[in-house]
């Protein structure tokens, strides 16, 4: 009876001590998983203050030309501004080649760099990739940001979206991503360094309705991003994931709430230095602290909940899209009327 209390004893302390050790590697997977970003940016922040900061600029590292798509407005545009002020030469490719011109201009005055533009419609899928190829040859390109998106004009229902916006969706979100990856990480592969960034948001956390198409394409960037990582590791090559949250940009003016700015919701110029600076340093982030906090929050609960959240979140950024319509409408009724 003695022996039987004793093992009985043993058993339950191992299946004790297995649960124990179950239940902390849940936890540290979990918190690893949810607060990476966060523990990663603040570390980028921390460390030049207890460390001595590492000497290699971003053009010893990855290269002196990079490549930012969708790079006359917005977060792209902001992104070449920041290589440029770090001595990298820029080629430029967005769809119109006013903006283009202007903006090269304006990064070669002020920062002394080499700029290149290209004029290309992401929208219209493969055919534009073999002229870009060919604009692209004999340039050693050691950085990719693969910025260019297409946004739904306001949140709404799929019934209600154009279907010429639903294709733009997927070739430029989906395919531009693709296929500039594919084109130009032949030569860092031969070279054994460069870097992609691909530019994804907080809408690939869960599914987002009245978003529904955008969000998974971004799901679909972030999951071809950590792919690709795993691939192109062997050959020295960083793959970089940023999920921004809101931030104000033209492509969220269909709100007043999220372009009016706060803690929360920085402008471009904020935004987009802090995701420069992780370059290198984190090869998955939000770009910006108040980002991570959000990222980590939304990760902590329930994809059903996550799901509750962006349906009522979006919802009220769908009203707003419509008050916005009927507000312009109804201003334009007031002008034709005047004149």
């Known amino acids: 009876m003695f022996e039987d209390l004793i093992n009985s004893l043993t058993l339950n302390v191992v299946i004790v001590i297995l649960l124990s050790i179950v239940g902390i590697w849940a936890i540290i997977s979990w918190s690893y998983d949810n607060l ?6 603040l570390k980028t922040l921390l ?3 207890f460390l001595p900061q ?3 600029t971003l053009a010893e590292k990855f290269g002196n030309w990079a490549v930012i798509t969708g790079s006359t407005d917005g977060i792209g545009k902001q992104y070449a501004r920041e290589l440029a002020s770090r001595g990298i030469n820029v080629v430029l490719i967005s769809r119109t080649e006013k903006k283009l011109v202007e903006v090269a201009n304006e990064i070669e005055q002020e920062f002394h760099v080499k700029t290149k533009w290209i004029a290309a419609d992401f929208s219209k899928g493969r055919d534009i990739y073999p002229r870009i190829e060919e604009e692209l040859r004999g340039i050693p390109v050691g950085i990719l940001v693969n910025n260019v998106g297409r946004m739904y004009d306001g949140p709404d229902a799929i019934g209600n979206v154009p279907e010429d916006l639903l294709w733009d969706m997927v070739n430029i979100n989906c395919g531009a991503v693709t296929m500039m990856t594919r084109l130009l990480l032949r030569g860092m592969v031969d070279r054994r360094k460069g870097a992609i960034v691909n530019i ?3 809408s690939e ?3 987002m309705p009245y978003m529904a198409v955008y969000g998974a394409t971004k799901a679909y960037v972030r999951n071809f991003t950590l792919a690709i990582r795993n691939e192109l590791a062997p050959y020295g090559i960083t793959v970089q994931l940023v999920s921004p949250m809101f931030v104000v940009t033209k492509m969220n003016q269909y709100s007043e709430r999220i372009m009016s700015g706060n803690i929360m919701i920085p402008n471009v110029e904020i935004y987009t230095r802090s995701m420069v600076f992780t370059l290198g340093k984190t090869d998955q982030t939000t770009g910006y602290w108040s980002h991570a906090v ?3 929050f939304m990760k902590m609960v329930p994809e059903w909940v996550r799901l ?4 009522r979140m979006n919802s009220g950024l769908s009203a707003d899209y419509y008050a916005q319509l009927k507000q312009d409408k109804n201003d334009n009724v007031e002008t034709m009327t005047s004149l």
Request: aromatic share 8%; hydrophobic share 35%; proline share 8%.
């Open 36 to 41: 990476r970003s966060l523990v990663l940016i």
């Open 47 to 49: 460390t030049p203050y």
């Open 54 to 56: 590492e000497n290699q």
């Open 200 to 202: 994804s948001s907080g």
């Open 205 to 207: 956390l869960q599914p």
């Open 294 to 296: 959000q990222y980590a």
């Open 308 to 311: 509750m959240i962006a349906t």
